[in-house]
């Protein structure tokens, strides 16, 4: 989904009350430090490759296709992220952020690369926005946290932005799902039928609307986590003075 | 003339601070199970199982045979208090998440209507292999059953409402899975035909025979030991047992034996599937006792694994 990793607003560099900091050595933040800025950085090419191409093509239709390589690049890049927190680099869940990862990798690839056809439809630009604008901040203010220079802004834009930014991705993305199932369904892709050697059978077309069906629950738990953390992080900075 | 000083306890809600319960006239030697008790005549739903109760309420969890005067309070103990929710005992969890299987693997067998097509409701596969792998698991089912019943002490009471139905949903959801699949008319039997069969079978009685041995080994050291004396297990004359030598939870291992055999003698990939999650768990599960024993008894054998002899 389009949120910023749940997991990882309990970061080391954490903004919240003071806690004990299990932080990464120097090394490891060096690293980071890299890593963040390299995201940030892919995350602005694809917002830039975006706008450029709409001012040279004058329609909304079909921007997909100007920013597929770097999309798929960094997204995919993202999955590092599950190792750092394994590796315990970033004092994340490895399953909360591998979740999210994961979530993203498979409509990268699983939905939007695989089905040729949804790749025109408008909802891949939604979530491809909505990504693009919360990868850009949510990089930026690791970066910046992780030098121990956090401007309000990046914070304020970090907990803010997702009100409106984490609705529109999920929107995208369903609206996305839903736009490739009758192709799904009519090609038979990913799919296993009976009988078999392994006596096994998946549809992928039952799968994508189980996975529809997922956000339901899903997306108001982390929506109002996001909200408390919000609450949390913006509130209290009068009482701490950090910055 | 009373010698006897009595305590006074208050019992605070952990998260509010707020006073739930005020006790006076406590015996210094009441323990923290009577005193659960005494707190659940105020609270009727909140019977002890449900609570848990602490003298620091970031601390660890007090114990139900602690004793009042030996814990680190004055004559007036504050107690935090948190409810743990709806408990259920072991036995009752354990019933709800065997017979669930049991009966849902045989709907499939039998093939109750509205899981195949029309035509196949109430008929039999031709695959000999089909029974037998209803048989095995009915009595998989039965044997943790009985086990649960007969066999089993369990340490702790009760296990949290919200955890049974967890785990019984995944019981019971993969049981149907892969009764599904063995059962389906397009069941398609092993490659390597009556041997892989017989072979798988063989070795998933012995397993299932392997795991109800160290089940009843377990089960008489904890008889013999009673709960202050802690020993660890030993192989005994049962061959089955002898596993001890090379691993700290041959039950886990036997268990991992049988699902695998289970799964070649059935060539049914959902089965392969719940076999590896289980080995996960179990060994994830293995680790935890295999370090517990290793810190406890200084003399714990080197050569003995968590769950798989040398490797793991």
């Known amino acids: 989904m389009s949120a910023p990793a749940m997991g990882t607003t309990k970061t080391a560099h954490s903004d919240v009350a003071p806690k004990k900091k299990r932080g ?6 060096a690293y980071l430090v890299i890593y963040n800025v390299v995201m940030t950085a892919g995350w602005l090419v694809i917002a830039v490759g975006l706008v450029r191409a709409y001012l040279a093509r004058g329609s909304y239709h079909g921007l997909y296709y100007s920013i597929e390589k770097p999309l798929k690049f960094f997204q995919t890049g993202a999955l590092l992220e599950v190792l750092h927190c394994a590796v315990g680099i970033v004092p ?16 990268t690839w699983a939905v939007t690369h695989s089905v040729r056809e949804v790749q025109n439809e408008d909802s891949v630009l939604l979530f491809v926005s909505a990504w693009t604008i919360t990868e850009i901040i949510r990089y930026s203010f690791y970066t910046f946290s992780l030098l121990n220079h956090l401007p309000y802004l990046v914070k304020w834009a970090r907990y803010t932005f997702f009100l409106v930014l984490y609705p529109m991705g999920v929107t995208g993305e369903l609206l996305t799902v839903y736009a490739a199932l009758p192709y799904v369904q009519k090609t038979g892709l990913y799919s296993v039928t009976l009988p078999n050697k392994y006596n096994f059978s998946f549809d992928y077309h039952t799968f994508l609307i189980l996975t529809m069906v997922s956000y339901i629950p899903l997306f108001p738990q982390l929506y109002f986590h996001m909200m408390r953390q919000r609450k949390k992080v913006l509130c209290h900075v009068e009482e701490y003075k950090t910055e | 003339m009373s010698r006897t000083t009595f305590f006074e306890v208050e019992v605070l809600d952990g ?19 009577e005193i659960k008790s005494l707190f659940h005549k105020s609270y009727q739903q909140l019977y002890p199982a449900r609570q848990d109760l602490k003298l620091d309420p970031k601390g660890k969890s007090l114990r139900d045979d602690d004793v009042l005067q030996n814990l680190p309070v004055g004559t007036t103990a504050t107690i935090y208090f948190k409810d743990l929710g709806p408990q259920v005992g ?19 067998y039998f093939r109750a209507p509205y899981i195949y097509s029309h035509q196949d409701v109430f008929t039999s596969s031709p695959y000999s292999v089909v029974t037998l792998a209803c048989a095995c698991h009915t009595c998989h089912y039965i044997k943790r059953l009985i086990e649960a019943i007969f066999v089993h ?21 993969f049981s149907a899975w892969l009764a599904f699949y063995i059962n389906h008319p397009l069941y398609t039997p092993p490659s390597y035909g009556d041997m892989q069969v017989n072979y798988a079978l063989a070795i998933f009685v012995l397993c299932e025979l392997g795991n109800f041995s160290i089940h009843v080994a377990l089960n008489n050291l904890k008889a013999e030991g009673g709960p202050k004396c802690r020993r660890f297990p030993h192989p005994t004359k049962n061959p089955f047992t002898w596993l001890f030598f090379f691993v700290s939870c041959p039950n886990y291992t036997y268990e991992v034996g049988a699902w695998a055999s289970f799964s070649v ?48």
């Open chain 2, 90 to 108: 072991w036995t009752m969890v354990f019933l709800a998440e065997y017979l669930g299987p049991l009966f849902i693997y045989l709907l499939f």
């Open chain 2, 15 to 33: 998260r509010t601070r707020q006073q739930l319960c005020f006790l006076d006239k406590v015996e210094p030697h009441a323990t923290i199970g």
């Open chain 2, 153 to 173: 002490r369990f340490s702790h009471g009760t296990m949290p409402l919200r955890t049974i139905v967890r785990n019984c949903v995944y019981y019971w959801a």
């Open chain 1, 24 to 29: 990464p050595g120097a090394l490891a933040t």
């Open chain 1, 92 to 107: 994340s869940s490895v399953v909360l952020t591998g979740f999210q990862v994961l979530s993203r990798v498979f409509l």
């Open chain 2, 265 to 312: 003698m059935t060539q049914c990939l959902p089965v392969a599937l719940f076999t590896f999650l289980a080995f996960i768990q179990m060994t994830i599960w293995a680790k935890g006792k295999h370090k517990t024993y290793s810190r406890e008894f200084k003399d714990y054998p080197q050569l003995r694994m968590p769950i798989i002899p040398l490797l793991l």
